[in-house]
């Protein structure tokens, strides 16, 4: 088992910055690539962003060049640094553990989730 805790949401006004952090727990040898998921009210989840254990990532269209994933392998965080944030960013942010290194962008990939954190972006 892995436990997900994050950390690092609120409000923020619309073109300002936030860094949500995702620290694991527990049965860590298992971490392979980590992910960024969000769901928005009355709205599918989507992947956002991942990261694999060689720090190589992958963004979703809607937030490559604005987001950075990066993950601190000693310490078991995995990080995502939203800048530019729209309105259309206000959402719940879930950070997941992949079942393997090669975890892509569908929720199935992902078999331990964080809580999640909500992220509100003002106008």
């Known amino acids: 088992q892995v436990q997900l805790v994050e950390s690092g949401g609120g409000l923020v006004q619309a073109g300002g910055s936030q860094r949500l952090s995702c620290a694991a727990s527990?049965?860590?040898?298992?971490?392979?690539?980590m992910g960024w998921f969000r769901q928005a009210p009355g709205k599918e989840r989507e992947f956002v962003s991942r990261?694999?254990?060689?720090?190589?990532?992958y963004y979703a269209h809607s937030v490559k060049g604005r987001f950075t994933i990066s993950r601190d392998n000693p310490k078991k965080t995995v990080y995502l640094q939203m800048n530019s944030l729209k309105p259309e960013d206000t959402a719940v942010y879930y950070c997941?553990?992949?079942?393997?290194?090669?975890?892509?962008?569908?929720?199935?990939?992902?078999?331990?989730w964080g809580q999640g954190s909500q992220v509100t972006v003002s106008s």
């Open positions: 997941a553990v992949g079942r393997t290194e090669v975890a892509g962008t569908s929720g199935g990939d992902y078999n331990y």
């Open positions: 527990g049965r860590t040898s298992s971490m392979y690539t």
């Open positions: 990261i694999t254990w060689s720090l190589s990532t």
